[in-house]
């Protein structure tokens, strides 16, 4: 474990009028504890969970890869300010990490491959391949493979979207293989049931007006599939 827990300063909050400062949740969650190396958020598109994920990033000095921005026909100004009102507590220290996203992923494998122009080597860090040549799915493991052989705090959002059902069943493997190695830690937003069912996983579900922890049988991921599994065409019915 490294980050043990995060705290929330709502009192300090500029706004409630715009996001993410608007959202409830973000008001009556004073605190996150993190007691295993492995925490899924769960939650609505819109739940808050993404925007949580990547504000703990930033707090936490964690790069986000991502591609210069144009302009924007609605800019919001606070959209990136919910780090500002973050404290972190740390159990060893601060570590580094990375942030994964598909977004950030494509645009990560563009600068690699930029960098390996000049220096064929820092490929080997990535399993020795171009990741821009790789299938999405191919890449994103070969990424994963090669990041967490090292100690640290990794993010991931929605980490499944390019992953075939096997490929997440591979995911979940790496993922719970490294944390009970003690050298990484894990924060993940995810819509996948294959990766919510590792073992010894902290599930802190986003749906409702706080933030808590809940088992996977609660989750409705777990639900939804379960409901289509046993009943496929009664699922579908309208």
């Known amino acids: 474990m490294h980050l043990s827990a995060i705290e929330l300063n709502s009192a300090a909050y500029p ?5 993410p400062f608007s959202l409830p949740i973000f008001h009556n969650s004073p605190a996150i504890d993190f007691t295993s190396p492995l925490t899924f958020f769960v939650g609505e598109n819109g739940s808050g969970k993404t925007t949580l994920l990547e504000a703990i990033s930033r707090r936490a000095s964690i790069h986000i ?11 919001n100004q606070y959209e990136k300010a919910l780090a500002q009102f973050l404290r972190l507590t740390w159990s060893d220290g601060e570590v580094p990490g990375a942030f994964f996203s598909s977004q950030s992923h494509r645009d990560f494998s563009l600068l690699l491959d930029e960098w390996a122009t000049s220096d064929a080597a820092q490929l080997d860090y990535f399993g020795g ?4 040549t790789q299938s999405h799915g191919q890449s994103v493991m070969s990424l994963f493979r ?9 993010f991931s959002d929605e980490p499944e979207t390019a992953l075939s059902p096997a490929r997440q069943l591979e995911l979940a ?6 944390a009970e190695k003690g050298h990484a830690q894990f924060i993940i937003a995810t819509h996948s049931p294959i990766l919510l069912a590792c073992p010894g996983a902290e599930i802190i579900s986003f749906d409702g007006p706080t933030m808590r922890k809940i088992a996977y049988e ?8 379960k409901r289509f599994m ?3 065409a009664g699922s579908l019915s309208l």
């Open 218 to 225: 609660e989750t409705e991921h777990y639900r939804v599939y």
């Open 15 to 19: 706004t409630r009028e715009f996001y």
């Open 129 to 132: 391949k171009s990741l821009v």
């Open 146 to 154: 090669g990041l967490y052989k090292r100690r640290g705090l990794y």
């Open 65 to 75: 890869w991502r591609y210069t921005e144009g302009a924007r026909f609605a800019p």
């Open 230 to 232: 046993e009943d496929p």
């Open 173 to 178: 493997r790496l993922l719970v293989e490294t």
